[in-house]
């Protein structure tokens, strides 16, 4: 069905006949934007928040050209409404299904692994193939052998990780590999995911480690809004970003003291008397009294220090109004008393008698050392300006626009809990105008549960849905002062030990050749006062990661499935490093995908995937769902992924039952039949094509209350978009905290702060102190600013990259419209300073190289650079960059060992969340002049 006459378009547009009087070129234009019909599309990759809805115009089966749609309404009363939504990428999204590096056959390699040799089979010919390799590898390492790496590509999460799933793979988890997670976040809120609430409302809006110009096209204008209503806009950021020309103040911070500048707005913050004391005694761990040892460390006052039975969770507050010990509620935060923020009391221990004061007192000891003054050295920041801003954020309604950069810089969790403290000490969450954010998917309950059922329809749904019922009621009742949310929380954490996703650093530091890197002293942070392998070995024997830690060193990978990702221009670390240690120990690499990438220029058998105009998709879900439709054919003899994983389901089946074998041992001592693949993949032959998926998604949502009752795939052909009309099930969802936007404004975290319910921590407070025994012997019990490690050598340069302006991740980079809009190839920003002292000038190649590796790009000059900085925007694919090697050959790939802690409270892996993850900035490297030949 076509998108409907009636949305200011017509269902036809057609070329007039050219009058006499009319110019040949208007003739040809109007022969341009004739069509046949139209559909609704958006781009259903990670691009987020997004959610784009357009218009894609189709003539003589061939899209031909494409339009935002315009009609997203405003989410609150006096907030703009977002439109038009869209970007440069979506305006030529069409353009990449007819591009020269399509992948329109199977293909199997036929030279060596990378030499780009493939002939054209048929797809009997790859699926058998494929099938015979995964059959080899359950013979003879186990399923665990087979692979996948995750991704955020939504067609390929639904189908591909169904598949990993049901033949008992690994499937590694998207957000460690792609690191949008944010660990500072989930240190002091148990959860990461705060959605992007208001921009317009904000008095204060401070954009850190982003560069929203490039990267939040749609909702830019907000910014623009608020300014005009007269907030105030600050950049805090290194480079002269193009964002940097919207902004009020741009404060030029030094590359990685991003905490050291939080703290110092802290110090002044606390030392002047400006924080807000009922939001910081009630929301935050902050107002807990703490006992410190002979060194100072502060450790929580608990109820089994004074009880013999007494619980580990129960914690004190100091009234202020009498001076007595009080138990700090688990299940309400709106006390009503003062719960005091300074002074002292003597308490009677089951060790002796101790003197107990609140957290805050430890703390604002703790910040003396971060002055203005003593930061300046550190941060480049004048003290006045640290003065004025501190001041700014504790009196304005403020709001951080954090950036995805912020999750992948070695010490990431220190930006984010100093960050969290600024705004905490200003009262600066769960209100409207305020916050901080990351990212989250939430509310598709239908395909949670699409995933998880064992029949097609309602009925399927309905036993799902009573057995969750049942499972939340017990969390209730096992803990009585469980919040909905907590209960969800809860329950996505315990459904990770079951799960088939895995923290992918097990199977990188086993794998991939990591190990050595991650043990190298110098490029962790100088505090460690063990090797990195005592922390690793440690972790793993206390069990935190029990059932999590695979595939395990004794089983050999043997299959890698690459569907909608590229692992091999994604993974920090670099190319090279996977090609010496995890390609040889491959028999199969399949790549499914739409386009030749790096990865599956290294691949043996290449599948294509249908792009998304050739396929019903959904973009990644947040507060509505944006549908995209079937436009055209999928080109050449490409399928949806879907249909894909079905046909391979049935191959598996066949070659099995050639080979005379029945069945395979699960890695949870279940057995699956090879001929029960196709059976499960499909429930029972309902679910064969895209169409039938996404219906069963939107009717399985509808039916759990998450969209309006009686939706289906055709209400989101009508319409394009359906809003989401509750929060559902999901611990993402539930973790806003907040009425949904059906029900009132959404800003997240609002419950916490309105209600008084807890957070998903172990003090079910926004927690600072952390006691972990890691964090303690890191000396970041607390929150700190350290120095970036030296990673990659001693080296004059730091090298920093962030998102680029031209593409989702690697997608788009080959789109030759995108091309024509910058020089057309990649390039690294350098100062001009940094160029003349090595005879470079602009566009000359130059090699960038460290201990790690190195690799050619063009060099583009420019003052906006400061000396001693080089940026190269990350998505370039390595095949654009000359030998193929591209940025991430300088980078290690470190992971910050203090993301193996576990065992504590909130310390514990759920998919997406809590766990190790490699980080990218800055890299230490220098650069010279390179000739390229050609
Ligand atoms: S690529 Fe993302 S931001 Fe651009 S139009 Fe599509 S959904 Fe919107």
Redesign the pocket.
């Known amino acids: 069905m076509a998108v409907p006459v009636g949305h200011g378009i017509k269902e036809k547009g057609t070329a007039k006949p050219a009058s006499n009087t009319q110019r040949a070129s208007e003739d040809r234009y109007r022969a341009k934007i004739a069509y046949d019909y139209v559909r609704w599309g958006?781009?259903c990759v990670d691009?987020y928040p997004?959610?784009?809805p357009?218009y894609v115009f189709v003539k003589d089966g061939r899209i031909v050209w494409e339009e935002?749609a315009g009609r997203v309404p405003s989410r609150s009363p006096g907030e703009p409404d977002p439109n038009p939504?869209?970007?440069q990428?979506?305006?030529a999204?069409s353009s990449q299904l007819y591009g020269p590096d399509r992948i329109l056959y199977p293909m199997r390699r036929v030279g060596p692994r990378g030499s780009g040799k493939f002939e054209r089979i048929s797809w009997d010919e790859a699926l058998n193939a494929i099938a015979d390799a995964i059959i080899d590898a359950h013979q003879e390492q186990g399923p665990e052998s087979v692979v996948r790496e995750g991704t955020p590509e939504m067609a390929a999460v639904q189908a591909a990780d169904r598949f990993v799933g049901l033949i008992g793979g690994v499937i590694t988890d998207l957000n460690g590999s792609i690191n949008d997670f944010a660990p500072g976040h989930h240190l002091v809120f148990g959860k990461f995911y705060p959605i992007p609430g208001n921009l317009f409302d904000a008095e204060l809006t401070i954009i850190w480690h982003s560069n929203p110009a490039y990267t939040v096209?749609?909702f830019f204008h907000y910014l623009v809004e608020s300014r005009y209503r007269g907030s105030e806009v600050v950049l805090v950021s290194p480079d002269v970003s193009p964002t940097h020309s919207h902004v009020d103040f741009h404060i030029p911070v030094e590359v990685g003291t991003d905490p050291a500048l939080a703290l110092a707005m802290c110090q002044v913050i606390v030392s002047e008397g400006l924080y807000d004391e009922r939001f910081v005694a009630t929301q935050t761990d902050l107002s807990l009294l703490v006992v410190c040892d002979k060194d100072g460390v502060p450790r929580y006052l608990r109820q089994s220090d004074m009880y013999k039975d007494g619980s580990d969770e129960v914690f004190y507050h100091l009234r202020s109004e009498d001076g007595e010990l009080v138990e700090a509620s688990r299940s309400n935060l709106l006390v009503d008393y003062r719960p005091a923020l300074d002074g002292e009391i003597k308490v009677r221990t089951l060790d002796g008698p101790v003197v107990a004061t609140p957290l805050f007192s430890v703390l604002s000891r703790r910040l003396e050392q971060y002055t203005p003054e003593a930061t300046r050295s550190i941060t480049g920041v004048h003290p006045d300006v640290v003065r004025m801003l501190a001041r700014k954020a504790a009196t304005k309604r403020t709001r951080i626009l954090m950036g995805m950069g912020a999750n992948k810089a070695y010490h990431s969790d220190l930006y984010q809990r100093t960050m969290n403290l600024l705004l905490a000490l200003g009262g600066n969450w769960g209100k409207k105008g305020t916050g901080i954010n990351c990212w989250a998917a939430s509310q598709l309950d239908g395909a949670l549960l699409m995933g998880m059922k064992t029949r097609v329809g309602q009925m399927g749904v309905e036993e799902l849905l009573r057995a969750l019922d049942a499972a939340e009621e017990a969390l209730r009742s096992e803990d009585p002062t469980r919040s909905d949310e907590l209960v969800a929380i809860e329950f996505w954490r315990r459904m990770a030990r079951t799960g088939r996703m895995v923290p992918p650093a097990f199977f990188w530091y086993w794998h991939c050749g990591y190990r050595d890197r991650w043990n190298r002293p110098e490029w962790n942070d100088p505090a460690m006062k063990r090797a990195f392998d005592d922390y690793f070995k440690e972790a793993l024997e206390s069990g935190w990661w029990e059932g999590l830690a695979r595939p395990r060193p004794e089983i050999q990978p043997r299959v890698l499935i690459e569907c909608g990702g590229n692992i091999l221009r994604r993974t920090r670390g670099g190319r090279r490093i996977l090609l010496e240690n995890l390609w040889p120990k491959l028999r199969m690499i399949v790549t499914v995908d739409f386009r030749m990438s790096a990865t599956a220029r290294h691949s043996d058998i290449l599948l294509p995937a249908a792009q998304h105009y050739e396929k019903t998709g959904y973009?990644i879900p947040i507060l509505s769902l944006v549908f995209s439709d079937k436009s055209v054919e999928p080109a050449g003899e490409a399928k949806p992924e879907w249909e894909i994983f079905s046909e391979l389901c049935k191959a598996l089946g066949r070659r099995a039952r050639a080979r005379g074998i029945d069945s395979f041992e699960l890695p949870n001592g279940g057995v699956m039949r090879y001929d029960e693949l196709w059976n499960r993949f499909t429930l029972d032959g309902h679910l064969t094509t895209q169409d039938r998926v996404i219906d069963e998604v939107i009717r399985d949502s509808a039916y759990a209350g998450t969209l309006p009752a009686g939706s289906d795939i055709e209400t989101a052909r009508r319409q394009g978009y359906i809003p989401f009309t509750g929060w559902g099930r999901m611990a993402m969802a539930k973790g806003q905290a907040s009425p949904h936007p059906a029900e009132g404004e959404f800003v997240p975290f609002r419950f916490h702060v309105e209600r008084g319910d807890p957070y998903p921590t172990l003090t079910r407070r926004a927690q600072f102190l952390i006691e972990h025994p890691f964090f303690v012997e890191a000396g970041e019990e607390l929150p700190v600013h350290k120095q970036p490690p030296k990673v990659g050598g001693d080296y004059p340069l730091r090298m920093t990259t962030g998102h680029n302006r031209w593409s989702?991740h690697s997608m788009n980079m080959a789109n030759h419209w995108l091309l024509q809009t910058h020089r057309g190839e990649p390039f690294a920003w350098v100062s001009p300073h940094d160029a003349e002292k090595r005879g470079v000038r602009d566009h000359d190649y130059i090699r960038i190289f460290n201990d790690i590796g190195s690799f050619v790009v063009r060099a583009r000059l420019s003052p906006a650079q400061r000396p001693g900085l080089v940026t190269v925007y990350n998505g370039w694919d390595p095949l654009m960059f000359p030998g193929w090697e591209g940025p991430n050959e300088v980078e290690a790939g470190m992971v910050k060992y203090l993301g193996f802690a576990g065992g504590y409270g909130h310390l514990v892996y759920a998919p997406l969340e809590w766990q190790p993850v490699p980080t990218d900035r800055p890299m230490f490297v220098d650069f010279e002049r390179a000739e390229v030949a050609g």
């Open positions: 958006t781009h691009c997004g959610s784009c357009y935002v939504m869209g970007c990428k979506g305006a999204w096209i749609p973009h989702i």
